[in-house]
């Protein structure tokens, strides 16, 4: 098991450019999270997979914005018409959905996005 | 809604001497509560977590932390730190029963040196 990971590490783009980045999580995980993290600050939820039913999306998550988790494995969050003010790490957690280790969440590296 | 306060954003210490990381919480509902390090460009890794039971919490590395209900306090100590435990260090809280997202204070950093 080699833990959650996330690709690519760093992403680069100019403002108005779309963006994708995925999160593989760790194998038998049926719960999967997306946070964003800016300098300075503690990691800000985005939204919850459980399987691949999206369950919540914070009001962060402007239309912009779109994730999907098909079939309840890896995870994609999209970024449409870049602006600046997305320039952030964005981090993947998964956790499974068992009792007290439902609480465990495990995190990714992260991809950090920087918009120019 | 729930929110996070540690209240030191850095905290300087020399090695081999004890530290604590202050972190107070705010919810209308019972909460479960974590302590979380991030090494510099790594993701966030699990130091411990209270979910219930006792009050004083071991974790990895020698870490604890005690919950204090009655003052909504968790803070983080390590009688003797190490360089190696230079990080930031974030706590959170999830409301208990939910699906667990996890709410974080801003960090503190803590810079050990020689």
């Known amino acids: 098991d080699t833990g959650v990971s996330q690709n690519p590490r760093h992403k680069i783009t100019k403002r108005g450019q779309n963006v994708t980045f995925r999160c593989d999580p760790i194998s038998e995980h049926n719960r999967l999270y997306w946070y964003r993290q800016t300098l300075g600050q503690g990691p800000e939820f985005l939204t919850y997979?459980?399987?691949?039913?999206?369950?919540?999306k914070s009001r962060l998550l402007s239309d912009r914005f779109s994730a999907e988790r098909p079939k309840g494995s890896f995870s994609t969050l999209e970024i449409q018409r870049t602006e600046q003010g997305d320039s952030a790490m964005y981090l993947c957690a998964s956790s499974l959905d068992r009792d007290r280790f439902s609480y465990e969440q495990y995190f990714g590296p992260g991809t950090r996005l920087t918009v120019t | 809604a729930q929110s996070v306060t540690q209240l030191d954003s850095q905290v300087p210490v020399f090695e081999e001497a004890p530290v604590e990381l202050r972190c107070n919480y705010s919810?209308?509902?019972?909460?479960?509560l974590f302590w979380y390090v991030q090494y510099p460009n790594q993701g966030l890794q699990l130091l411990l977590k209270?979910?219930?039971?006792?009050?004083l919490v071991k974790g990895i590395n020698g870490f604890e932390a005690e919950f204090n209900k009655s003052q909504t306090s968790f803070h983080l100590r390590k009688p003797s730190v190490h360089i190696s435990d230079t990080a930031e260090y974030f706590c959170a809280v999830t409301p208990s029963g939910g699906y667990n997202k996890l709410i974080f204070g801003a960090g503190t950093r803590l810079a050990v040196h020689p």
């Open positions: 209270y979910l219930s039971g006792s009050t």
């Open positions: 919810s209308s509902v019972s909460v479960y």
């Open positions: 997979f459980q399987n691949e039913a999206q369950l919540e």
